[in-house]
T-cell receptor, first 114, second 115 residues
Framework: DVKVTQSSRYLVKRTGEKVFLECVQD?????MFWYRQDPGLGLRLIYF???????EKGDIPEGYSVSREKKERFSLILESASTNQTSMYLC?????????????FGPGTRLTVL | AQTVTQSQPEMSVQEAETVTLSCTYD???????LFWYKQPPSRQMILVIR??????QNATENRFSVNFQKAAKSFSLKISDSQLGDAAMYFC????????????FGDGTTLTVKP
């Protein structure tokens, strides 16, 4: 079974702090994604990556950056956390080829910025 | 830009009965895929069912089936013989058939199953 893990289930940070959210997958997937999930807004794509050191902006990249130094690991970085970044963050991974690939999701990190 | 609309924020169904969740999408593409994902409370999101746009036959997975109307850009999910474990938030998603393409998700429908 595919396993996607995220470094923390719950995280509390203060405004202005630098925040790292880590995601690791064990199925050798090329694609990795970061979403944020907010009530009434569904899932919104922040960034995705289809190869090591490659990244593409999603729909809401402002205030975020990402890093993919190894194929299995995709990090989301909040350079200076703000209260409007309080949210549930979901990581996902999938194979590169074709459109039928299923996305496999991690358990999510609920981030609170005070 | 592609959009996915789920017009029912909340739905409820009696155990053992059938419920249909609605999804519409907007796209100018002809080759794409559609998905329904399930997110149980405090658990990971998982795929329920997928549909290739070039296939006319509706996808089926056990108690889950879809009604895919390509011309109407409609993709509803039918859950038959509902079970308590079906209670979850359901997301409809769209993806163009291209390598490394991104998916667009709807806002989700919360399904409650009453015993």
């Amino acid at each position: 079974d595919v396993k996607v893990t995220q470094s923390s289930r719950y995280l509390v940070k203060r405004t202005g702090e630098k925040v790292f959210l880590e995601c690791v997958q064990d199925m050798d997937h090329e694609n990795m994604f970061w979403y944020r999930q907010d009530p009434g807004l569904g899932l919104r794509l922040i960034y995705f990556s289809y190869d090591v050191k490659m990244k593409e902006k999603g729909d809401i990249p402002e205030g975020y950056s990402v890093s993919r130094e190894k194929k299995e690991r995709f990090s989301l970085i909040l350079e200076s956390a703000s209260t409007n970044q309080t949210s549930m963050y979901l990581c996902a991974s999938s194979f590169f080829l074709g459109g039928t690939d299923t996305q496999y999701f991690g358990p999510g990190t609920r981030l609170t910025v005070l | 830009a592609q959009t996915v609309t789920q017009s029912q924020p909340e739905m409820s169904v009696q155990e053992a009965e059938t419920v249909t969740l609605s999804c519409t999408y907007d796209t100018s593409e002809s080759d794409y895929y559609l998905f329904w994902y399930k997110q149980p409370p405090s658990r990971q999101m998982i795929l329920v069912i997928r549909q290739e746009a070039y296939k006319q036959q509706n996808a089926t997975e056990n108690r889950f089936s879809v009604n895919f109307q390509k011309a109407a850009k409609s993709f509803s999910l039918k859950i038959s013989d509902s079970q308590l474990g079906d209670a979850a938030m359901y997301f409809c998603a769209y993806r163009i058939n291209t390598n490394a393409g991104k998916s667009t998700f709807g806002d989700g429908t919360t399904l409650t199953v009453k015993p």
